[in-house]
């Protein structure tokens, strides 16, 4: 039984308990800001953007994780996660 409530095997979203699923895995907001993050520290390394630019996607990312940091045990599990 799929978790989410709206979507198919591609991407699914739980409206009410404000989840989504990526082909069936359970994408968590820590896991999207070490994503977010990296994307910015990597523009900031390899000069790719203005500086602020880069600073503000890694901070964005440190925001998504720390919102997310009570579920930090979870970020990588495989499966929907509906728990």
Do not use: C, Y
Request: charged share 20%.
């Amino acid at each position: 039984m799929k978790p989410w409530k709206v979507g198919n095997s591609v991407v699914g979203i739980d409206p009410g308990a404000r989840r989504l699923w990526i082909g069936g895995q359970r994408l968590h907001h820590g896991l999207t800001g070490i994503a977010v993050a990296g994307a910015g520290l990597t523009q900031l390394l390899i000069r790719r953007s203005e500086p602020n630019r880069a600073i503000a996607w890694a901070l964005a990312g440190a925001f998504l994780m720390a919102h997310d940091w009570k579920d930090r045990g979870v970020w990588f599990r495989r499966g929907p996660q509906n728990d």
